[in-house]
């Protein structure tokens, strides 16, 4: 059995025969692998400026390790994998680890998060190793805004990527925003209009209180609804249905347009009832939920060369444990010590 903590989140009930499908009936058929925790950009809702201590290279999970964990959830159901990080591009060997992914029995559907500056010179060789789309974060359309909000340069060099992720068929492409009072929520309208002219999803995440110490607190975020009433003042917009498995956006789009828009009412309403997703830590954590502390250690079974049947029983272990629903909000909810870098999104 996993030394798990089982705090505020623990579920009422578990019932261990069914492989991957939680205690409240949700599927779950979709992993996020976080490669690592270093970044070349230093966002101020996710990281302080002076980056965070990286846990190193003994503490990240190898890519053979990762592998291990991906085979593992295939075996169990899962169909697809988002590799993410900190900034999953500036880890090297990245390419050859998607192959792998890809190449994995059952062949799930590799997707990726990313920052965007290194995709210009990425994209089609991510591509061709099998990564079938990306998510690009972006939050402001303005030079000087970059620079604030990411306390680096770089817009051009992320809309160059997004160029060419969508020139060389990473579709269809996203676009991530997390708008956030007085900083950059006034160009919500002008990131709504990308979908006028192009096949893209903009998606636009409401701020999420993760952690401590961060550039922004829980007043700076522009809700859901503010988002919608922004997006309106372009046109009206009609609900999209999804035609695949449903996932936490809310999707419109307007009349005649090519792409689409998206609101993710991360904490203004909860969308755990459709929770369909486990995470993975850089160093080895399975995390039932984003915005739960709770974790189950799968590095120290690695490290010890578990058994497949091991890994499986933790990954089960782990879905176990999910909760009905976060609980940011409520009166007793507590940020965590780990920033949205080290969780991957
Ligand atoms: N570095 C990559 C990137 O930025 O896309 C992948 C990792 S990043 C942690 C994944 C996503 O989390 C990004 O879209 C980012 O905007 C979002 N994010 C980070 N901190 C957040 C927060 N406090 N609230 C909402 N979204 C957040
Ligand atoms: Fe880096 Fe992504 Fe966090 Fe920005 S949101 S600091 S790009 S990990």
Same mark, same amino acid.
């Given at each position: 059995m996993p030394n798990n903590r089982y705090g505020a989140c623990r579920p009422v009930a578990a019932d261990r025969k069914n492989a991957l499908k939680d205690t409240f009936g949700r599927k779950i058929e979709y992993l996020r692998l976080s490669i690592t925790d270093r970044c070349n950009l230093r966002c101020r809702y996710c990281m302080p400026e002076e980056g965070v201590e990286s846990v190193g290279h003994g503490g990240i999970l190898s890519y053979e390790d990762l592998l291990r964990i991906a085979a593992a959830a295939t075996r169990l159901g899962v169909s697809k994998i988002r590799v993410t990080g900190g900034e999953p591009l500036v880890r090297k060997g990245i390419v050859g680890f998607v192959k792998e992914l890809a190449a994995l029995p059952g062949q799930p559907e590799i997707t990726l998060t990313t920052n965007g500056l290194l995709l210009d010179q990425m994209a089609a060789d991510l591509k061709q190793a099998g990564l079938s789309r990306v998510n690009v974060s972006l939050d402001t359309l303005r030079e000087d805004r970059f620079e604030q909000i990411t306390r680096r340069p770089g817009l051009q060099r992320v809309l160059d990527g997004i160029h060419r992720a969508a020139a060389v068929g990473l579709a269809p492409l996203k676009i991530n925003m997390v708008p956030i009072r007085e900083v950059n929520a006034d160009e919500i309208a002008d990131f709504g209009r990308l979908s006028l002219e192009h096949p893209w999803e903009i998606r636009f995440i409401e701020f999420m209180p993760? *952690?401590?110490?961060?550039?922004? *607190?829980?007043?700076?975020r522009f809700s859901a609804q503010e988002i919608m009433t922004e997006l309106e003042s372009i046109g009206p917009l009609t609900p999209v249905e999804r035609s695949g498995p449903a996932g936490p956006a809310r999707l419109f789009r307007y009349r005649d347009s090519p792409g689409r828009v998206g609101v993710i009412p991360a904490i203004s309403s909860h969308f755990c009832g459709e929770c369909n997703r486990l995470r993975v830590t850089a160093d080895g954590r399975i995390r039932p939920c984003l915005l739960c502390s709770d974790e189950l250690d799968i590095r120290e079974a690695l490290r010890r060369n578990a058994s497949d049947a091991e890994l499986e029983e933790l990954l089960r272990a782990a879905v176990v444990a999910k909760p009905r629903q976060h609980r940011v909000g409520e009166k007793d909810y507590k940020e965590g010590s780990r920033g949205m870098q080290k969780i991957g999104g």
């Open positions: 993760v *952690s401590g110490g961060l550039g922004y *607190s829980a007043e700076n």
